[in-house]
């Protein structure tokens, strides 16, 4: 009985997967592509209505009204009114890193110890993961791959959400380095969960200290000329002394991100608060100090028990009022497929569409370091792109029927549409 069970789940698992096999990455744009009698975003807070957009060999070639389409060979598509949107970007995710929470050996987001700065996590990062695809079918085209475990479990890189291998999805390599504040809160589940125990400000300071030490070891090693011996760890933060990678702190309450701030001007490098939930209290100082915000999760409660209970979703217009630089992230992997959903809940609390877009956008872009090429539809940036029938950020319009990365056009399949599909043609629905 038993066995026969075993070999029936197992025989359901392999059709679910083989299913989706034929799901694979596009072809390299073979021809200019001009889209026409559209609604544009450009992600700058720009509309463009009943404009135009072309883009040849994977870049923007024109957006604007009155467009000429490109002369010779060219896939004309008329939109009819669609809305046209930059991909969204989804920063500190593990999607690629993990599968099934449950299930151990699908998990690859974390290494034995507390400090690891040498640990890529690009290299780990599976483009066969099935969670990707339900991703794209909602617009978003690029992540940012975290590690998690310990205080610095490595490097994050950018990837593109439709290769063959890490190699091929590779955006933006080894961008930042993480390092996960120990919160000063004890958990959720502990009782005087919204008091700062004396023990809880000892383990705070004694691990941050050792963060410090770490880096002030890290910066005095790589002033020398020479080394008798080569420390894989203090090279791994080369990049983040000469300013050519970021220091994503992950931390939510005053005195923990006032600390990062004093990081910043202590080892003279570039912070980003990742997380921030009371950052909308200190604005000013993020703004004096120049340091951007990663909001983790707009659709959750208050950190303290006094705060507004919609506070998470008023944090990021009190950030945009105050001129703080800042995007939205949803965490996790499968959840960052609301990603677009959670700006347009920010959008109906002080934000308008635009910035509220600009949030899962450009200005992730910007943070990530690579808004030169990508987060706005300007002609020379690469064609990542999401047409939708209504509005992306809002889950009752929003339908993408197509999308294309680097302009290629990308399968917009995944395992939940196609499950959808085997089971009404089992019950006859339609």
């Not at 975003?41 to 209505?49: C, D, L, P, S, T």
């Not at 420390?231 to 923990?256: D, G, M, P, W």
């Not at 929003?398 to 999308?403: E, G, M, Y």
């Amino acid at each position: 009985m038993k066995r026969s069970l075993l070999t029936y789940i197992t025989a359901l698992s392999c059709s679910a997967v083989m299913a989706q096999e034929t799901i694979y990455p596009a072809p390299p744009q073979a021809k200019p592509v001009y889209l026409t009698n559209a609604t544009i975003h450009i992600g700058n807070g720009q509309v463009i209505e009943k404009g135009s957009l072309s883009f040849a060999n994977g870049k923007i070639v024109a957006v604007g009204n009155n467009l000429t389409a490109p002369s010779g060979d060219v896939k004309v598509i008329d939109l009819q009114g669609k809305h046209v949107y930059p991909g969204v970007i989804a920063p500190l995710t593990t999607v690629g890193l993990t599968e099934v929470e449950a299930v151990r050996s699908t998990n690859d987001f974390s290494e034995v110890g507390e400090i690891n700065p040498s640990v890529r996590s690009l290299v780990a990062y599976n483009t066969d993961s099935k969670v990707i695809n339900t991703l794209r079918s909602n617009g978003i085209l690029l992540a940012q791959v975290t590690p998690e475990g310990g205080m610095i479990p490595g490097s994050s890189s950018v990837v593109q959400l439709d290769a063959w291998n890490w190699e091929d999805a590779a955006y933006k390599a080894d961008g930042a380095i993480h390092f996960y504040m120990p919160s000063l809160l004890p958990p959720p589940a502990t009782p005087g969960r919204f008091s700062i125990t004396k023990d809880r400000a000892e383990e705070f300071a004694e691990k941050t200290e050792k963060v410090r030490s770490f880096l002030s070891e890290a910066k005095a090693y790589l002033q020398e000329d020479k080394h008798t011996a080569v420390n894989l760890k203090f090279e791994a933060v080369r990049k983040l002394f000469a300013k050519q990678q970021k220091l994503f702190i992950h931390c939510n309450l005053v005195k923990e991100m006032l600390v990062a701030v004093d990081f910043a001007k202590e080892f003279d490098i570039e912070v980003v608060i990742a997380g921030g939930a009371d950052s909308w209290m200190i604005a000013d100082v993020l703004k004096q100090h120049n340091i951007s915000v990663v909001l983790a999760q707009p659709h959750s409660l208050p950190v303290m028990q006094d705060d507004d209970v919609d506070q998470p979703y008023k944090t990021a217009a009190q950030l945009q009022q105050a001129g703080v630089l800042f995007c939205l992230s949803n965490e996790g992997f499968w959840q960052q497929r609301n990603l677009p959903f959670e700006a347009g809940t920010a959008s109906t609390y002080g934000l308008s569409k635009e910035e509220a877009l600009a949030a899962v956008t450009l200005n992730a872009a910007k943070i990530l370091g690579i808004d030169k090429i990508t987060g706005s539809l300007e002609t020379g940036k690469d064609a990542n792109i999401t047409i939708s029938t209504g509005d992306l950020l809002d889950m009752r319009s929003s339908v993408v029927t197509q999308a294309f990365i680097q302009g290629r056009e990308v399968s917009l399949d995944n395992k939940h549409k196609q499950l959808y599909e085997r089971y009404k043609y089992k019950y006859g629905l339609k």
